[in-house]
């Protein structure tokens, strides 16, 4: 599981390092995409979104209701009717603020999913 959204976020840095010109839709999916590989391997179920992961791990082990509501919109984000995949696709405020944000936010959240899961007993011990 890890090394899948480790695969995704070094792309998206990449994407976000590329010269002469950076790609920063494509590194802000690639960022999103570490995070629906946690998420997958989490809810069990592929293509599920967020959601079920987070209704699983919160299941679990808790998670407060404000931080998983923060999830889920910053997961809006790229993935709903408006989102970087879709309507905002040509948008020009889409830039490397953008892309640094949710390469970093993702990092961190990919992190949080991984250990609370361990620890949770969801997943494989990340010490294992």
Do not use: W
Not at 9 to 35: M, T
Not at 103 to 110: G, L, T
């Amino acid at each position: 599981m890890g090394i899948q959204a480790r695969e995704h976020l070094e792309s998206a840095l990449g994407l976000l390092g590329k010269r002469p010109q950076p790609d920063y839709r494509n590194a802000i999916k690639e960022a999103i995409s570490a995070v629906e590989s946690v998420a997958k391997v989490i809810s069990g179920e592929s293509g599920s979104g967020l959601k079920p992961a987070l209704d699983e791990l919160s299941r679990c082990a808790p998670i407060h209701g404000a931080l998983k509501t923060a999830f889920e919109k910053l997961y809006g984000y790229t993935s709903d009717q408006g989102g970087i995949r879709h309507a905002l696709l040509d948008d020009p405020n889409v830039g490397f603020d953008e892309a640094k944000f949710m390469i970093v936010s993702c990092s961190a959240f990919v992190n949080y999913l991984i250990s609370k899961a361990s620890t949770a007993g969801l997943i494989p011990s990340i010490d294992s």
